[in-house]
Structures are given as structure tokens and as C-alpha cells.
């Protein structure tokens, strides 16, 4: 499934499957400019920055190496990694990392982005325009999708220069001669000589261009054949598919100030770059990582063009920014993902759905789950040494639910439970969030008085769990201004024990379509937005520094006055 991870990407990279992605893209810090490498602030982000700061470029391009070499692991055989870095340590990168790892017969490119047209300091220096993106398959087998983009104007006109006026548009003229000496292709054609090397076409498909009109036939004076000349090949520029992509890219912009897409921290890239990258060494279903997800571009792009995707992130405000990202372009088709962070809302848990729920707990402590809703003894599923599971999404499980639990244990296995009871050894997980005094008192009953143990498993056993922050909304009318629309300001007030990250707004908030943010990141929770007389609702989401967060949703009436519920 599609998943936003939270934590150091070189843990989680450790844990996933060898030879099972098609594609990385990485954006690493660079070694550059320590003020410009904290971009969240947040806890995770500085633990990382400090990391990688204590030594020099040595510390980094070893802090980087083990890293990559996870990557280079979780190619599949076909696969590619991109990784963005600039003048810094690119060279280094290059020869002491990427020629290391993949080897230097796997290099495939050296991408250079045109991130900037100018510089503050150009009048002082040559100013630095462009990033690097080093590109290396796994193996000499590798994916590879050319890419065309769109003539540049200059080479429209200076090569598509013919026009016959007759609604086929405009041609350049292709040489029809061969390069190379073709003794099956030496023939005359309607009274033009042959060319010293042959045509560069069998007589076949002479004809069939000269049929379709794409043969340019020279003329003297008079408008009768030039012999002298040799017949050309009309090459319309509506048939074309553009220019081969090579490695230098200048036709994409940085993120601008205005651009839609544009969340506002400092190194966001830009998502015709990774449209790009993806079309050239993925396909649809195919799986991208980004182990330094920072905003989810990434990701984001891959969900738009249907791979399958993870994201990776040290710091929580990046994670809730890339998941806030998906959510607002994503609709009622797209694929759902999972955003894992260190702790799990008790009450997003303890309310979810019902099977999810039981599959899940069922797969985080380790076992396996039925893959069916329920079994008829009630058990959701096994241990990976085949004792019953049952799982309670309840608080306070009391006394009955013990009993029952052991009869279907019992009924389940039979020779199983009498020879667990023989050794001693549980007969069955119980799995619940809490336990009530009755079920505690029975457990111990059945282990002195029937030799039966039963394993008493809470939820916060498993997995850690936190109270999401609360959340309460003023607001304040400013006035109306010269439109007849009022200036409503908004104060957001989250409380959480581990602190509040930051704070998001969606003003046109509808139920259906879920969380869709006008502002992503807005450490303050203050905001002012006009609104025209009628009905509105607001929702606003706080975020805690583990990622938890909690939603609130405001109805606004205006009708001469303000009312807000
Ligand atoms: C340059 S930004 C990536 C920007 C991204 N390409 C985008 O367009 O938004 C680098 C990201 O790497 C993350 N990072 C740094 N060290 C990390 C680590 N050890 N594990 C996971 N993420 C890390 C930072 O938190 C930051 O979000």
C-alpha cells in the first residue's frame, strides 16, 4: 500500500524488501549553507541536521553512502535512482558514493537543471544557475522511456522553412542519400540518379513516400526536374513528436512565488521536474520511493501518474504537509495510503472500522489475520505459532468474554489446547485496549484452578498509542469592506502534553471530499479571510509534534450579522 513513513530513512530503507522498487528519487540535504538545511525546525529534523554537521564533507558522504547502498538494494534489477544535490558535494557524490555503489559502468547521466535564470551575484562571479542530478540504473537492464519535448522556436524556423499552402503545414527537407554505401539500395528513381552511397530507402518505400507526397522533388527555372539535384524527404512538423530529451534540462522552472502548487519552505522542487523523472524510468504500477520526502512532491506527482509510491521522512511537519498535499489533489478514485508515525490515535483506533482494525493490530503484534470478516468461533486470527487470536475493540473487557474466549480456543484445537495446557504455555492471545478486574481475576482463576493460561494483550502492549491535541476556534468580524464582504479573523488555540507543530485551514470546507487546505502550514493559528454574506463552512486540523491531530468544523452564517456554530 501507498505509505508516508515517519522516521530516519536509513531504519526504515533496512526494513523493506530487497528488489522491489522500480524507481528512487532522493533530494538529501546538500552540504551546503548550514542555515538553509532546517526547513521544518522540528525535532526529528534537527537531530538529523546535527548528525550530519558533526564532521566535515568525509561525515556526510559517509552519513549519505550508507544510505544509498539500502537504495541500491531495493532496486529491482531494472531500476534507477535519481539524486538531486548541487556544486557543494555533487563531485563527491558522484566519484566516492554513486560510482562506489552502483559502479561507474551504471552511470547514466548527469542531469543539469536550470534551476534559476539569474543570480544577485552575477556581476561579482560566475554566477551558479543549475543543480546536478546524477542518474544510475542498477544493471545494464534498465527501464528506460525516451522522452520528447516540444522544438524550441529557433529550430521551428530555422528548420521547418517550407510551407506548400496546401493545409499541410510547415516541413523541413531531410537528406534521402545514404551515409553509408547501400549496394541493394542503388537504384535511379523517375530519372534522378542514383546517390554515390545508395538511397537511404528500399524502392518500396520510395514509392510509398513519394505516394503520400512527402518526397520534395527539386526544380530548374523553368519548373521541369533538376537533375542536377537530388528529391528530398518532406519532414512535417505536425508529425512530429518533438526533440529527444538529453541530460541538459532548461526548460523548467522553479517553483514560483505564485505558482499553485507552491506550499512556501525553501527547497521544494518543482513537479514538472519529477514528472519528468518518473516518465523516464517508471510505468503505471510501478513502485516510486522518495526516502527524503520533504513536501511530498514526489509523491504526490507518482499518485497523479498512478504508481505506486512511499515517502520517507525524518521530520512530522514534513509528513503531515506531503499527506495534507495528497489529500487535497487526490478524489473519491484515487488509492488510499497509510501515514505511519510513531504513536496511533486512541480514538481514530479504538472508532476505525471494525475488520481493519482487527487486521491490523493482528499484523503489528505479529501474527497473522483471517482474511475473512469473522470466523464462527469468533477468532480474528493466528500467532505465528498457530494459537487463536481474538481481538476486542473495546475498553474494560470484562469477565464473560475470558470464558467464551477459552471455549473457542478449545473447540478450535483441541489436541493443541490440552497440550498447551500440558506445558504450561498459553492456549490463546486475547487482544483488547483495556481489561476489566473480572477479566484479570479469570485469567488467574483458569491458570491455578484448570491449568489454563490465557495471554492478556492491551493495545498500548502493541503499539504505542497518544491522546490527540485538542482543539478550540475563536473568531472575531473585522468589518465589512467596500464589496459588502466581511473580514472574519480566526484564532486556533491547540493544546497538546508534546506541543503543537503547526496549525491548517481549509475555507471551503465539504464533508464528502475531506480535508482539502487553503493554508498548510501556519505556526501560529491565526488567519483572516474574506467572506460574502451566505453559509460557509471552516475547517481547521492542529497538528501535535508526533503528527496527531484533530479536526474542527465551523459553520458560518452571514446575514447582516455573523453567526458562527
Ligand atoms: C531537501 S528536502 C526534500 C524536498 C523535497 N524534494 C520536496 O520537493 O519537497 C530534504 C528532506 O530530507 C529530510 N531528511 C533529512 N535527513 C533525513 C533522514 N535521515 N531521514 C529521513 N528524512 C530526512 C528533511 O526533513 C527534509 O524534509
Redesign the pocket.
Known sequence: MNQLIL????D?LKSLESNSIDLI?L????FSNRNYEV??GDA??IR??Q??WSGGIDHYLA?LKE?VVEMHRLLKPTGSLFL?CDWHADAYIRVLVLDKVFGEQNFRGDIVWQRVNAHGDAKKKLAVLTDTIWYFSKTEKFLYNPIYTEHSENYKTSFYKHNDNDGRGAYGLNDMSSPNPRPNMMYEWLGFPCPAKGWRYQKETMQKLHDEGKIYYPKNKKGMPDYSKRPRLKRYLDEQKGTLLGNIWTDIQNVQSHAKER?G?P???PEAL?ERIINIASNEGDTVL?????????VAVADRLKRQWLG????VQ?IKV?EMRLQKQQDLFSQPFLVKLHKYDYDTLRYSNAFEFETWIIQQSGGVANTKQRSDLGLDGRTQDGLPIQVKRSDNVGRNVVDNFKSACERFDKNLFAQNKANATPVGVLIAFSFGKGAIQEVARLKNEENTLIQLLRVDDIVPIAKKPKLSVDLNDLGLDSKGWHDIEFVADGESDVGIEFYAWDFHFNQPAGFKADVMIDKIGKQTEKFKPGSHIIAVKVVDNEGLESLEVLELKINGKVHAS
Open positions: 522516521g530516519d530513512n536509513l526504515i528519487y533530494d538529501p540535504p546538500f526547513i521544518w526529528g529534523e538529523s541536521f548528525d550530519r552519513w544510505r538531486h506550499i519552505y527547497t521544494q522542487k519529477l522518495d526516502p527524503f520526502v520533504g513536501g511530498g512532491t514526489t520517507i521522512d525524518q521530520s514534513a506531503s
